[in-house]
């Protein structure tokens, strides 16, 4: 059983900066497609970006294009969301999300582990 626990979440001015890591026990981490994804209050879950097994595709949505970013490090199981210039529209909870198959992509349906989630708050 693949488990997912995301760290990082906390209350931030708007401009700041936070980075949100999601670690990986059990399954085959460095195999699995990865993902993030939020919910903000009132409204439905939202893809923000996902990376390939091995690094070398990401890609996020419009809404944080040019403010986020996604890595991973297969040698420590986690994978990471770097936010930076947050706004308070990214107030969400944040949750990572692994695929088996090596890719990622926007469907949550597609995202077989789900971590428990972590709060971002941004102050205006």
């Known amino acids: 059983q693949v488990q997912l626990v995301e760290s990082g979440g906390g209350l931030v001015q708007a401009g700041g900066s936070l980075r949100l890591s999601c670690t990986a026990s059990g399954g085959t981490f460095s195999s699995y497609g990865m993902g993030w994804f939020r919910r903000a209050p009132g409204k439905e879950r939202e893809f923000v970006g996902g990376?390939?097994?091995?690094?070398?595709?990401?890609y996020v949505s419009d809404s944080v294009k040019g403010r986020f970013s996604i890595s991973r490090d297969n040698a420590k199981n986690t994978v990471y969301l770097q936010m930076n210039s947050l706004k308070p529209e990214d107030t969400a909870v944040y949750y990572c999300a692994a695929k088996v198959s090596g890719s990622s992509n926007s469907n949550p349906n597609s995202y077989s582990y789900w971590g428990q989630g972590t709060q971002v708050t941004v102050s205006s």
């Open positions: 990376i390939s097994w091995s690094g070398g595709s990401t």
